[in-house]
């Protein structure tokens, strides 16, 4: 096990009707609010109303950023941190999902930035200082609800790029499993599958002696496929609802890396491909990760294999270390294909046309993950199999 260090100080306010806290959770922070919100579902489903009431009981002024994109974009962060320095706002409230929630950490930390805050992501500039935010979110999926990073769109460059800072992590997030109630079924599935993907990325590692990490990892994974699978088949399942909820945070609030070394080339490569075609981030995962798995694998077999026995149950018996890995992953495609995700680029309408650019882009700061370095070729090749 390597050396590590633990910081997470999101306040977690978990269960049923606990959007009624959000007026004392704000309260300590101003009475200037910024409410971040996506393309309506908060208002469809009453949660919109309900929170301006909560703020309303505490006196504050409430200002708006809405229509932030799933894949959200830089000229919307842009719009927010107008917002802030015109209106002198002082809290930034995201209600809704991780696109919702990354957009607004890219709000807090660019209001206090003289430069455009896409620096943040190119490592042009370091996040020094931040708005404080808090959220309540209705999508199990990112982590982003506990964790300090956040993932924005170029557009205009067709760059998709990641910030992070302790300065971002929300003050406090409220998850109520019931408001996960409407999300549609082709979200729930992009959802579970991004869960286990933040999952596979610091499982699969060369970092020995690392039994607990592997556990909880494990453990994250058999609750994300025994729960989607229920939550699919009943959405207002609370308890399924719940377990995923919880099985999303926890999936990527620095729990699982302690002490590990961590891989996420399948996710440099995924927001490669969303960077130019605009696709649900868990769809692309959902095809990319299989074939990452098989080309990487041989790396270290047993750890695939022993992937494919406690996590797929399949039994061991007679078969080689390179039999069980390749059980195990086509086990995780049948899964993903079951649940009804994609299992082809083709299937979003995507060819061969631009996987020089993106295999370009995915290693331009050198070779990506660590289970086995991936140079160009190697994107290149996973990117083809995914065709
Ligand atoms: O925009 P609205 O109308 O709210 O609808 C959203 C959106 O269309 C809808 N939705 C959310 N909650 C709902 C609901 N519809 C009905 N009922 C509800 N309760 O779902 C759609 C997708 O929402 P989005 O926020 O885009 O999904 P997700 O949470 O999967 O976030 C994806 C973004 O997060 C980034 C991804 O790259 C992508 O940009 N990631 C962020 C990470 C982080 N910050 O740590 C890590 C991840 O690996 C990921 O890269
Ligand atoms: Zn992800």
Known sequence: MNNFELYNPTKLVFGKDTVSKLGSL??????????????????KSGLYDRVLSELAAIGATVHELPGVEPNPRLSTVHKGVDIVRAEGIEFILAVGGGSVIDAAKAV???????????????????????????????????????NGNAVISNWETKQKRGLGSKLVYPRFSILDPQLTYSVPRDQTVNGIVDIMSHVFEQYFTLTDGVPLQS???????????????????????????????????????????????????????????????????GAGLAIIFPNW???????????????????WGIDPSGKSADELALAGIQATRDYFTRIGAPATLGELGIGAEQLDRMADEAVQFGPIGSFKKLGKADVKRILEMSL
């Open 26 to 43: 704000v309260e300590p922070f101003g009475k200037k609010i910024l409410l971040v919100y996506g393309g309506g579902s908060i208002k």
């Open 108 to 146: 807090a930390a660019g209001a206090k930035y003289a430069g455009d805050p896409w620096d943040f992501t190119i490592g042009k500039a370091r996040i020094e200082d931040a708005l404080p935010l808090g959220t309540v979110l209705t999508l199990a999926a990112t982590g982003s609800e506990m």
């Open 215 to 281: 556990r909880f990892a494990e453990s994250v994974l058999l609750t994300v496929i025994e729960n989607g699978e229920k939550a699919l088949a009943n959405g207002e399942d609370y308890e399924a609802r719940a377990n995923l909820l919880l099985a999303g945070t926890y999936a990527l609030n620095g729990t699982l890396p302690n002490g590990v070394v961590t891989d996420w080339a399948t996710h440099g490569i995924e927001h490669e491909v969303s960077a130019i075609y605009d696709i649900a981030h």
């Open 293 to 311: 798995m098989k080309h990487v694998y041989d790396a270290k077999p047993e750890r695939f294999a022993q992937f494919a026995e406690r996590v």
